[in-house]
C-alpha cells in the first residue's frame, strides 16, 4: 500500500515537471550533441577535399549557457556554409560542455584531444578559457577564441589568439568612450571581485579613468552567492552622485540591478561591457529596464552591411534567434581558419603541431574582414586590434550609436 | 536615512532567509536530518509558480497554491523514496543522499527547464495612473520624498514570515500532530510504543517543510526575481548557516537567525566592505557559535549516559 502511493506520487511529480517542460524550448543533453559530429573520420573526405578537425568548449548549460550556444550555433552554422561550398577546407566541428566551469573546460578539452582534435576555438567563456589555454599551449595545438577576453588567456603562450578585445581593451576603450561622448564625469563602477573577466575591465577601466577626467566615486563589488541584492551597492552609487555607473558584468546580475536601482528611484547612465549582450533575450525580463543601456560592443546585429544581413538572416532562420555578438565573433573565428588555413596551403593530414607552426605564422601576419570588423590584425601577443561600436537599447532594440 | 535603508533591504532579506532556515529546522528538529536538498525545492517551487502565471496565464494566487502543492507532494516523495528506506543508517549516509538529491533536482531542471534565465513576474505591483494618463507599475512605497523607501514585496515578506511562525508555533504546541511531531523529535522508539505513527508524522513534517519551501521561493524571486536551476542552492546555505545560528531545531531560533544574518549582510556591506560581507557574516557565526555551540536560541541537550 505504500508502495504503491509513493509510486503514484512520483508519477505524479514526472508529469507535473513534464507538463512544464514541454512548454519551454528544450535543448538536447550535451552528451547527445557531441555524439553526433565525433564518429565521422577525419583528413580527407570522398571529394579529395581537406577536413580539419576543429574542437572547441563553452557553457551549453549553466548560467552562461546563452554565450556557450551562441557561438556553437554560429560555429556550425560558418563551418556547415564552408564545408557546402566545398573548398579546399573543410571542417569537422566538435563542441564540448564545459558549464563555465574550468575544471569541466579540461575534462571537454581532454575529450576533444582524444577525438584528435588539430586546431581549437579555445573556450567561450574567460574562467574556462584559462585553464583550456594553458593546456593547448602545452600541447601545441593552436587557438583561438572567440569571446575569452581575458589577458591572462594569451599572456605568455605564443600559439593562443582571441577575437574578441581582451578585457584591457574594453575597460580602457569604455574609459575613452564615456569621456569622448562627455557622458559624464562622476562614475560609479559595480564590478564581481571573483571572476577574472570582470577584475579585468575594472583595473584597466580605473588605471585609464583618472587620466580622462572621470572621477570613480563609487566603487563597489558582488561575488557568486552574494549577486542578488544589490541594494547597497546601487545606494552607494546614488548617494554619491554617480552620472553614469559603468558595469563590466554579465547580464544576469545586471538585469537585476536595472530593476533594483528603478525600486529605489536611481536611473543613472548605464554602460556595459559585452557581457551585456543578451540581456534583451532573457525571458521574462522587461526590456524598459533595460532602455537607455549603453555598451561598446564590435557587432550589431542591425548593421546594414550585407555580410552582417546575411550571417543574421541565416542564423534566425537556423536557431529563431538574433545572433549576438558572440556568435559573430564565433562565426569570424571559423572564417579567419579558413582564410589562414588556405594562406599556409595545410592539409589535413599535417600534425596538429604542425598546423600550429603555421597559423602562428598566419595570424600574426594576415588581415582579416569579418563581421565584428574589417581589416582585424593580431599581434604576437595573440591580441586582436579592431575598433569597437558604442550600441545603446532603445525600444527595446540595440541600435548603434555611431 | 541610508542606514534606514540598509537595513529595510537587511530585514528584507532576512526574512527570506527566515523562511527557508524554519523549513530547515522543522525537519531537522522533528526527523534530526539535514535535509540539503531543501533549497532546491525552493527553486522547484519558483519554477512552478513562474510556469503557471507566466506561461498559463493563471493568476498568482492559484500559481503559488500550485507550488505550494506541487512542492508538498515532491517533498514527500522525496521523503518517501529516498530518505525513508534510511531510517535505520547512519545519519552521514541521510546527509549524502540529501546532497545527492539536491544535485539531481538541479540537474532535472537544467535538463526540463534549460539554463537560460528567466525573470520573475512581479506580483506586489500598483498600476499607478500619472496625471498625463501613462500608467506605470508601482512597486513600493516612498517616505521623505523618495528618501526612505519600503517595496511591497519587503512588506509582504515580512508579515508572511510572522504569520508562518506564528501559524507553526500554535500548530505545534497545540495540534496532534503537532504533539506527536514533539513527541517524535524526542523519542522515536518511546513515540512508536505510545501508538504514534512514526513514518507518517516524518512525512508530514517534510510536507509542511516542503510547502514552506514553494512560498519561500515564490516571495526570494519576487524580491530578486532571476530564476536559474541553481536559484535555491545559495539561499538555501545561507539559510541553513540562519537555521545554526539561531539554533537549529528552534523555530523562534530560525527566524531571529534569519533576520540577524540578514541584516549584518546588509550592514556589512554598506558599512565595511562589499568584498568582506560574507567574511564578517559567518565571522559573526563563528563567534557566536565559540560562545554559544547550540545557537542563540538552541536547546541544551544533555548527552544521557
Given at each position: 500500500?505504500?508502495?504503491?502511493?509513493?509510486?503514484?506520487?512520483?508519477?505524479?511529480m514526472?508529469?507535473?515537471?513534464?507538463a512544464?517542460?514541454?512548454?519551454?524550448?528544450?535543448?538536447?543533453?550535451?552528451?547527445?550533441?557531441?555524439?553526433?559530429?565525433?564518429?565521422?573520420?577525419?583528413?580527407?573526405?570522398?571529394?579529395?577535399?581537406?577536413?580539419?578537425?576543429?574542437?572547441?568548449?563553452?557553457?551549453?548549460?549553466?548560467?552562461?549557457?546563452?554565450?556557450?550556444?551562441?557561438?556553437?550555433?554560429?560555429a556550425?552554422?560558418?563551418?556547415?556554409?564552408?564545408?557546402?561550398?566545398?573548398?579546399?577546407?573543410?571542417?569537422?566541428?566538435?563542441?564540448?560542455?564545459?558549464?563555465?566551469?574550468?575544471?569541466?573546460?579540461?575534462?571537454?578539452?581532454?575529450?576533444?584531444?582524444?577525438?584528435?582534435?588539430?586546431?581549437?576555438?579555445?573556450?567561450?567563456?574567460?574562467?574556462?578559457?584559462?585553464?583550456?589555454?594553458?593546456?593547448?599551449?602545452?600541447?601545441?595545438?593552436?587557438?583561438?577564441?572567440?569571446?575569452?577576453?581575458?589577458?591572462?588567456?594569451?599572456?605568455?603562450?605564443?600559439?593562443?589568439f582571441?577575437?574578441?578585445?581582451?578585457?584591457?581593451?574594453?575597460?580602457?576603450?569604455?574609459?575613452?568612450?564615456?569621456?569622448?561622448?562627455?557622458?559624464?564625469?562622476?562614475?560609479a563602477?559595480?564590478w564581481?571581485?571573483?571572476?577574472?573577466?570582470?577584475?579585468?575591465?575594472?583595473?584597466?577601466?580605473?588605471?585609464?579613468?583618472?587620466?580622462?577626467?572621470?572621477?570613480?566615486?563609487?566603487?563597489?563589488?558582488?561575488?557568486?552567492?552574494?549577486?542578488?541584492?544589490?541594494?547597497?551597492?546601487?545606494?552607494?552609487?546614488?548617494?554619491?552622485?554617480?552620472?553614469?555607473?559603468?558595469?563590466?558584468?554579465?547580464?544576469?546580475?545586471?538585469?537585476?540591478?536595472?530593476?533594483?536601482?528603478?525600486?529605489?528611484?536611481?536611473?543613472?547612465?548605464?554602460?556595459?561591457?559585452?557581457?551585456?549582450?543578451?540581456?534583451?533575450?532573457?525571458?521574462?525580463?522587461?526590456?524598459?529596464?533595460?532602455e537607455?543601456?549603453?555598451?561598446?560592443?564590435?557587432?550589431?546585429?542591425?548593421?546594414?552591411?550585407?555580410?552582417?544581413?546575411?550571417?543574421?538572416?541565416?542564423?534566425?532562420?537556423?536557431?529563431?534567434?538574433?545572433?549576438?555578438?558572440?556568435?559573430?565573433?564565433?562565426?569570424?573565428?571559423?572564417?579567419?581558419?579558413?582564410?589562414?588555413?588556405?594562406?599556409?596551403?595545410?592539409?589535413?593530414?599535417?600534425?596538429?603541431?604542425?598546423?600550429?607552426?603555421?597559423?602562428?605564422?598566419?595570424?600574426?601576419?594576415?588581415?582579416?574582414?569579418?563581421?565584428?570588423?574589417?581589416?582585424?590584425?593580431?599581434?604576437?601577443?595573440?591580441?586582436?586590434?579592431?575598433?569597437?561600436?558604442?550600441?545603446?537599447?532603445?525600444?527595446?532594440?540595440?541600435?548603434?550609436?555611431? | 536615512?541610508?542606514?534606514?535603508?540598509?537595513?529595510?533591504?537587511?530585514?528584507?532579506?532576512?526574512?527570506?532567509?527566515?523562511?527557508?532556515?524554519?523549513?530547515?529546522t522543522m525537519?531537522?528538529?522533528?526527523?534530526k536530518?539535514?535535509?540539503?536538498?531543501?533549497?532546491?525545492?525552493?527553486?522547484?517551487?519558483?519554477?512552478?509558480?513562474?510556469?503557471?502565471?507566466?506561461?498559463?496565464?493563471?493568476?498568482?494566487?492559484?500559481?503559488?497554491l500550485?507550488?505550494?502543492?506541487?512542492?508538498?507532494?515532491?517533498?514527500?516523495?522525496?521523503?518517501?523514496?529516498?530518505?525513508?528506506?534510511?531510517?535505520?543508517?547512519?545519519?552521514?549516509?541521510?546527509?549524502?543522499?540529501?546532497?545527492?538529491?539536491?544535485?539531481?533536482l538541479?540537474?532535472?531542471?537544467?535538463?526540463?527547464?534549460?539554463?537560460?534565465?528567466?525573470?520573475?513576474?512581479?506580483?506586489?505591483?500598483?498600476?499607478?495612473?500619472?496625471?498625463?494618463?501613462?500608467?506605470?507599475?508601482?512597486t513600493?512605497m516612498?517616505?521623505?520624498?523618495?528618501?526612505?523607501?519600503?517595496?511591497?514585496?519587503?512588506?509582504?515578506?515580512?508579515?508572511?514570515?510572522?504569520?508562518?511562525?506564528?501559524?507553526?508555533t500554535?500548530?505545534?504546541?497545540?495540534?496532534?500532530?503537532?504533539?506527536?511531531?514533539?513527541?517524535?523529535?524526542?523519542?522515536?522508539?518511546?513515540?512508536?510504543?505510545?501508538?504514534?505513527?512514526?513514518?507518517?508524522t516524518?512525512?508530514?513534517?517534510?510536507?509542511?517543510?516542503?510547502?514552506?519551501?514553494?512560498?519561500?521561493?515564490?516571495?526570494?524571486?519576487?524580491?530578486?526575481?532571476?530564476?536559474?536551476?541553481?536559484?535555491?542552492?545559495?539561499?538555501?546555505?545561507?539559510?541553513?548557516?540562519?537555521?545554526?545560528?539561531?539554533?537549529?531545531?528552534s523555530?523562534?531560533?530560525?527566524?531571529?537567525?534569519?533576520?540577524?544574518?540578514?541584516?549584518?549582510e546588509?550592514?556589512?556591506?554598506?558599512?565595511?566592505?562589499?568584498?568582506?560581507?560574507?567574511?564578517?557574516?559567518?565571522?559573526?557565526?563563528?563567534?557566536?557559535?565559540?560562545?554559544?555551540?547550540?545557537?542563540?536560541?538552541g536547546?541544551?541537550?544533555?548527552?544521557?549516559?
Amino acid at each position: 500500500m505504500k508502495k504503491a502511493l509513493s509510486l503514484v506520487l512520483a508519477l505524479v511529480m514526472v508529469f507535473a515537471l513534464v507538463a512544464c517542460g514541454g512548454s519551454s524550448e528544450s535543448t538536447k543533453a550535451p552528451a547527445e550533441q557531441s555524439s553526433e559530429t565525433t564518429t565521422a573520420p577525419a583528413t580527407t573526405d570522398a571529394s579529395g577535399a581537406q577536413v580539419f578537425k576543429l574542437g572547441g568548449t563553452g557553457p551549453l548549460t549553466g548560467g552562461a549557457a546563452i554565450y556557450g550556444m551562441a557561438v556553437k550555433n554560429a560555429a556550425e552554422l560558418a563551418v556547415n556554409e564552408i564545408n557546402a561550398l566545398g573548398g579546399d577546407v573543410q571542417f569537422e566541428l566538435n563542441f564540448q560542455d564545459d558549464a563555465h566551469d574550468a575544471e569541466k573546460a579540461v575534462n571537454a578539452y581532454n575529450t576533444l584531444k582524444d577525438w584528435g582534435m588539430q586546431i581549437s576555438l579555445g573556450s567561450v567563456t574567460s574562467t574556462p578559457c584559462v585553464a583550456t589555454s594553458a593546456e593547448t599551449y602545452a600541447d601545441r595545438i593552436f587557438a583561438i577564441t572567440p569571446s575569452g577576453s581575458s589577458t591572462s588567456v594569451i599572456e605568455g603562450k605564443d600559439n593562443q589568439f582571441q577575437m574578441c578585445f581582451t578585457d584591457p581593451n574594453q575597460g580602457s576603450a569604455s574609459a575613452q568612450y564615456i569621456h569622448d561622448k562627455a557622458l559624464a564625469s562622476k562614475v560609479a563602477v559595480i564590478w564581481k571581485n571573483d571572476d577574472v573577466y570582470s577584475k579585468g575591465i575594472y583595473d584597466t577601466f580605473m588605471a585609464a579613468a583618472p587620466g580622462l577626467g572621470l572621477e570613480v566615486v563609487s566603487d563597489t563589488t558582488f561575488a557568486d552567492g552574494s549577486d542578488t541584492d544589490f541594494s547597497v551597492q546601487i545606494a552607494d552609487a546614488q548617494a554619491k552622485g554617480a552620472e553614469l555607473v559603468f558595469l563590466p558584468m554579465y547580464y544576469t546580475p545586471a538585469s537585476l540591478i536595472f530593476a533594483q536601482a528603478k525600486a529605489a528611484g536611481y536611473s543613472p547612465i548605464w554602460f556595459g561591457v559585452d557581457g551585456m549582450d543578451g540581456i534583451l533575450t532573457l525571458e521574462g525580463f522587461d526590456t524598459s529596464l533595460a532602455e537607455g543601456v549603453m555598451l561598446l560592443t564590435p557587432f550589431n546585429a542591425d548593421s546594414d552591411d550585407q555580410m552582417t544581413k546575411n550571417f543574421v538572416k541565416s542564423y534566425q532562420e537556423k536557431y529563431g534567434d538574433i545572433p549576438n555578438q558572440f556568435a559573430a565573433d564565433a562565426y569570424d573565428c571559423v572564417y579567419a581558419y579558413k582564410q589562414a588555413l588556405e594562406n599556409a596551403k595545410c592539409t589535413a593530414d599535417m600534425s596538429a603541431e604542425d598546423i600550429c607552426t603555421a597559423m602562428i605564422a598566419q595570424f600574426t601576419s594576415m588581415t582579416f574582414d569579418g563581421l565584428t570588423g574589417e581589416g582585424m590584425t593580431w599581434g604576437t601577443d595573440g591580441a586582436v586590434t579592431k575598433s569597437p561600436k558604442g550600441m545603446i537599447i532603445q525600444n527595446g532594440a540595440y541600435v548603434g550609436l555611431d | 536615512m541610508s542606514f534606514l535603508n540598509s537595513l529595510i533591504s537587511g530585514v528584507s532579506l532576512g526574512s527570506i532567509y527566515a523562511i527557508i532556515a524554519l523549513g530547515y529546522t522543522m525537519v531537522y528538529g522533528i526527523a534530526k536530518m539535514l535535509n540539503f536538498a531543501h533549497g532546491d525545492v525552493i527553486m522547484v517551487g519558483a519554477y512552478i509558480c513562474f510556469f503557471a502565471v507566466s506561461r498559463f496565464s493563471l493568476p498568482p494566487l492559484v500559481g503559488v497554491l500550485l507550488a505550494v502543492v506541487v512542492c508538498t507532494l515532491l517533498g514527500m516523495t522525496i521523503e518517501k523514496l529516498a530518505y525513508a528506506p534510511l531510517r535505520a543508517a547512519p545519519s552521514l549516509a541521510v546527509l549524502i543522499t540529501a546532497i545527492g538529491v539536491s544535485y539531481f533536482l538541479q540537474n532535472a531542471a537544467l535538463l526540463l527547464w534549460t539554463p537560460n534565465p528567466k525573470v520573475f513576474p512581479n506580483f506586489f505591483a500598483r498600476k499607478v495612473t500619472a496625471p498625463d494618463g501613462t500608467v506605470t507599475d508601482q512597486t513600493g512605497m516612498a517616505f521623505f520624498d523618495g528618501a526612505l523607501r519600503v517595496s511591497y514585496v519587503t512588506l509582504v515578506t515580512i508579515l508572511v514570515c510572522l504569520a508562518i511562525m506564528a501559524v507553526l508555533t500554535v500548530f505545534i504546541n497545540s495540534s496532534k500532530l503537532g504533539k506527536a511531531m514533539r513527541a517524535v523529535s524526542e523519542d522515536k522508539d518511546a513515540a512508536r510504543l505510545m501508538g504514534i505513527n512514526v513514518n507518517t508524522t516524518i512525512s508530514a513534517t517534510f510536507a509542511i517543510g516542503s510547502g514552506l519551501a514553494a512560498i519561500a521561493g515564490v516571495l526570494l524571486c519576487s524580491a530578486y526575481p532571476t530564476l536559474v536551476p541553481t536559484t535555491g542552492s545559495m539561499p538555501g546555505i545561507k539559510a541553513f548557516t540562519a537555521a545554526v545560528f539561531g539554533g537549529i531545531g528552534s523555530i523562534p531560533g530560525a527566524l531571529l537567525g534569519g533576520l540577524l544574518l540578514g541584516v549584518i549582510e546588509i550592514l556589512a556591506k554598506a558599512y565595511i566592505s562589499t568584498q568582506l560581507s560574507d567574511a564578517v557574516v559567518f565571522g559573526v557565526l563563528i563567534v557566536v557559535l565559540l560562545v554559544k555551540p547550540t545557537g542563540l536560541l538552541g536547546k541544551v541537550v544533555r548527552e544521557k549516559v
